[in-house]
C-alpha cells in the first residue's frame, strides 16, 4: 500500500475507529517499528539541541524544546493506546 492510500485511509477514521485500530495494532510485535521511529527521532532531536552551536542560539534552542516535547506527547499517545481498555478509563477518571 502506497504512503497516499495510508493517508486517504486515515483521513477516513473517527477518532473511535482510530483508537480501536491503533489498539490492535499495538498487539502486533511489529508495532515495534514504529516505536523505534519513535524513539530515534526523539534521540535525534535531544543531540541536535546538544550541540556547542546552538549555545548562543535561544530560538534554535526552543525549537528542539518544542520538537522534543512534540515527540513526547506522541510517545505518550502511543504508550495510552497500549494501555487496555479498563486501566485506560480508571486513567481518564483520574485526570
Known amino acids: 500500500m502506497t504512503f497516499e492510500n495510508l493517508l486517504a485511509l486515515a483521513r477516513e477514521l473517527t477518532p473511535e475507529r482510530r483508537d480501536a485500530e491503533l489498539r490492535a495494532l499495538t498487539n502486533d510485535p511489529r508495532f515495534a517499528a514504529v516505536l523505534r521511529v519513535v524513539l530515534d527521532e526523539?534521540?535525534?532531536?535531544?543531540?541536535?539541541?546538544?550541540?556547542?552551536?546552538?549555545?548562543?542560539?535561544?530560538?534554535?534552542?526552543?525549537?528542539?524544546?518544542?520538537?522534543?516535547?512534540?515527540?513526547?506527547?506522541?510517545?505518550?499517545?502511543?504508550?495510552?493506546?497500549?494501555?487496555?481498555?479498563?486501566?485506560?478509563?480508571?486513567?481518564?477518571?483520574?485526570?
Open 42 to 95: 526523539k534521540e535525534l532531536i535531544s543531540d541536535s539541541a546538544c550541540q556547542l552551536k546552538f549555545a548562543e542560539a535561544p530560538g534554535a534552542l526552543a525549537h528542539a524544546a518544542g520538537a522534543r516535547y512534540a515527540w513526547l506527547e506522541f510517545e505518550g499517545r502511543l504508550r495510552e493506546a497500549c494501555l487496555p481498555p479498563k486501566r485506560k478509563a480508571a486513567r481518564n477518571e483520574e485526570v
